[in-house]
DNA sequence: ACCTGAACACCGTTCAAGT
DNA sequence: ACCTGAACACCGTTCAAGT
């Protein structure tokens, strides 16, 4: 945030400071999002921000509601298992997008204006595919469940295996399995070795496991 | 803690401030979780807890790890279904009784030995169900994003249902419903009136998702 | 209306000093 | 070996004061 015009700068509003809070937590993670740290990326004082928000927990608040505004709402038109498939995407890459935010949701009761709009959009689209208000509410549990923990894994996963060369790799699987007890773990050993081959990727699990997800709502569809 | 001879106190462990750090956690959120608050639960000075733990992170990880051992591993007799079934209610269950253990699932990169230890009996678990390596593969991503996403989103729910009596619930029900915009989001006042009826519990929706979870890796069970 | 300096009650962590 | 007091560089937030 360079300015200018100090003797006229343009005024600080709500959506800025969220703007920049998301972008710090984004650059920095969650633990360097402090008031003061905000409020210095912003050329202005800590306590100023008090003027926009009511405090750090609106902030946070905020910033979950500008997630889900990045979610692409599932299409009106066309078949439902499609809108639902790209929907879901979508959410799941927003999500490895701000690292910080799944690990927020988890703390936010009320949602904001953007969230419930969003998941409006997504329980029309299910009622609209033939679900009953009962078969809408196990998909969208069923649904969020995996994209969420999803999310969640795929960030705590420790490296990026793409962006890592064959022999990077290789050296990291033998560093590993090196003091890896083979005869106490056996089955991690293997999957440790099956996972850190170069052609793998967790990031490709996502699609697998949300077409078996799908198949299985579309079997329920009618019954539920 | 309290200390019956202050002279002949019996020596910290780091088992002793790991086992506090949860119960502290447990009751009053991991906000409260402070160097300085748990020293003082333990009636020691916050600088002796360096004398076991390397730092905060270390208390963080030994309470991820101490998470993990308390989660059910699969029997190894008896069929897959039913032992992998048995695990994830279990898992579900020590995530709600830990709220701020998937939270803290995000930032905890190196997994301590009892998570390990849980992953690799699970992994033989589905091994010999007969999922070849891959298989396991998509089925554990699987698997474990539902249960941690579900418990992600119970613990997000604001109140507890089953603690209400029907009165408290259709009031509540009807102050919800009051502000809220029912033209701009019809199908999200369509679920809220139906989740909130006496004898809906966000929590019942578990089973039925697990369920559609393994009978999609049981029909995949030979074919990946 | 919008911003700020000083202050309060907190943090995690280091380090030298105690027993 | 185990614990601690003082100190450092941080927190979120209040409040009275500035423009």
Redesign the pocket.
Known sequence: MTEQDPTR?V??TRETVLREAVALADESGTA????????RRL??????????V????A?LDGMVDAVFAEVEAPAIDGDWRSAIRARCSSLRHVLVRHPWAVGLLESRTSPGPETLRHHDRVLGCLRRAGFTIAGAGHAYALLDSYVYGFALQENAVPFDPSGQTPEELAALATAIMADFPRDELPSMAEMTAYALRPGYAFADEFEVGLDVVLDGLDAHRATW
């Open positions: 700068r005024p600080l360097a999002l402090s008031m003061r740290g905000l409020a050329g202005i004082e800590a306590m100023s921000l008090y003027h926009h009511a405090n750090k927990d902030i």
